[in-house]
């Protein structure tokens, strides 16, 4: 078998890692470093590094994001071959698909899937010598760990899941994780896969069946991620709310995890994403609205407020569900952060189930809203519903629905006016950019940002990258507040303060 070369034998191999997709793959493709440099590559830009390897790690959830995979191989292909590297696919298109995306792009020399990477380094050494590993034909993941969760923690360590194999000391291991950043805000995985049957959703087939990671491993990468640089983290999974369903303290594992995690020395702020509405009990409702050092933020997979399109989605509750959900929130937090998702012209909708969905959007005041137009995914159920509706009728409905989306988000952002908020700031003053950054109520992305101008407080230009700052809104421009500093607050100081602020 091939190997790759010891980077003893003469200079190290240079690899460069490309990211698409979600702020899990973000964790994979930081796993996938420390996996290389602990094996003796050097990681590098590229374009301009002069990578002997560009590994693209793709994303295979819904159409666009195929073709925007896809996209990145072409071009990586167009950097790769002027210089003789290699350009290798792997992530979740490529674990997705294998065999039949290798045939469909000859661009990439290999296909590798999520079992490749315990001997990720190997693999690209037999790519740099010729040797490429055949592309793996898919299986769907869900098959590969017992059913009963109880079963699983001790059946995953045979089975590759990504995210599931940071340790702290890398130069001796050759696995981890290894930042390609030096931002202050850091992804931080709970679990892998997900046992929810939606109708629309293959990630379970290529992700897996829900595994969470235990507490200490999570509390251990928190406190490496804060001696890395990192003051605030996101825990991401495919479903946060389930976290702990396989582990001896059962779901109530991510309230007693919460509490640990916030105390954790050098991390100012913990964001939890990816909740599930039918999943949110009042213990943990409670806990990420009232726990110091836990933002009060609620990333909510809604996707529809019509009883009739989520039962047929294979989901759970209704408008009068959701609504009295975004109320108890707020009753908690009032200033809580509250964001979704929401899918249209999915199979069968009708005007009625579309108004719903319109009047629950009304009612519950989001931050933040993403609209997707319903599309058809390889292997679903979905796929195989009746009445689809036509293309542009789900267009027409996307453009409708993204701009009530647009009017409430704005005026949710108006509301904001007057009121305190905590910045963790991300972007300096410079000539090409304003200082800017983000309140706890403001997810990573696409939740919108804080914009600082000139006021009585500290001088914007004076305001550094990771920097905690009491600030007043004095006016909003769409979904971004403007805000004026007050004081740059001592670290430490954090979410106290923001509990504080918000009531």
């Known amino acids: ?7 003893t034998h003469g200079a190290p191999r240079r690899a460069a890692l490309l990211t698409l ?6 964790v994979d493709s930081e796993e996938m470093a420390g996996r290389l440099s602990g094996s003796g590559w050097e990681l590098v830009d590229a374009e301009s590094g002069s990578p002997d390897v560009i590994l693209v790690n793709t994303c295979g959830f819904v ?3 195929k073709k925007d995979s896809i996209d990145t191989v072409l071009a990586a292909s167009d950097v790769a071959r002027p210089a003789g590297a290699k350009v290798v696919a792997v992530g979740c298109l490529a674990e997705r698909y ?6 469909d792009l000859p661009e990439a020399d290999a296909v590798l899937g999520f079992d490749d990477y315990p001997e990720l380094a190997a693999r690209l050494g037999d790519v740099l010598g010729g040797h490429a590993p055949a592309p793996h034909d898919p299986v769907d993941r869900r098959t590969l760990l017992p059913i009963s969760p109880v079963q699983r923690p001790a059946a995953s360590a045979d089975v590759s899941v990504p995210g599931h194999d940071w340790v702290p000391d890398l130069g001796a291991v050759g696995t981890g994780r290894r930042r390609l950043d030096d931002g202050p805000v850091a992804s931080l995985k709970l679990a892998s896969g997900c046992d929810r049957r939606c109708t629309f959703c293959a990630i379970p087939s290529f992700r897996g069946s829900f595994v969470s990671r235990a507490p200490a491993d999570v509390l251990g990468e928190a406190a490496w991620l804060a001696s890395q640089g990192a003051s605030e983290l996101v825990l991401v999974s495919e479903n946060s709310t389930s976290y702990g369903k396989d582990l001896p303290g059962g779901t109530r594992a991510l309230v007693d995890l919460l509490p640990r995690l916030g105390t954790t020395e050098g991390v100012e702020r913990v964001r939890v994403s990816y909740l599930q509405p039918a999943e949110m009990r009042p213990d943990l409702l409670a806990a990420i609205a009232g726990t110091p050092g836990i933002a009060p933020y609620f990333d909510l997979s809604f996707q529809h407020a019509s009883a009739t399109v989520l039962r047929r989605m294979r989901r759970f509750g209704s408008r009068t569900d959701f609504l009295d959900l975004c109320a108890r929130i707020r009753e908690l937090a009032p200033e809580a952060g509250i964001r979704s998702n929401v899918i249209v012209g999915f199979p069968g909708e009708t005007e009625d189930e579309l108004a719903e969905l319109e009047a629950f959007l009304t009612g519950a005041r ?3 809203i993403g609209v997707f137009g ?6 679903t159920e979905a796929e195989k519903l009746e009445g689809k509706l036509p293309a542009d009728v789900v267009a027409a409905r996307v453009s409708r629905i993204s701009s009530l989306a ?3 988000m704005t005026q949710r952002a108006e509301e904001r006016v007057g009121t305190e908020v905590i910045v963790l700031v991300e972007t300096p003053s410079s000539d090409e950019d304003d200082c800017a950054g983000r309140a706890a109520h403001q997810g990573p992305d696409a939740d919108g940002e804080c914009v600082f101008v000139a006021g009585d407080g500290p001088d914007v230009e004076s305001l550094a990258i990771g920097d905690l700052v009491r600030a007043r809104v004095v006016d909003s421009e769409g979904v971004d507040l403007l805000v004026e500093a007050i004081e740059v607050l001592p670290r430490g100081a954090g979410e106290p303060v923001a509990a504080a602020v918000a009531g």
């Open 406 to 408: 647009d009017e409430l």
């Open 1 to 7: 078998m091939a190997v790759s070369t010891p980077a």
């Open 63 to 65: 159409e666009q994001a």
């Open 21 to 26: 997709g979600c702020a899990r793959n973000e």
């Open 366 to 368: 989001l931050d933040a």
């Open 374 to 379: 319903y599309s058809d995914e390889d292997g």
């Open 98 to 103: 294998g065999a039949e995306l290798a045939k």
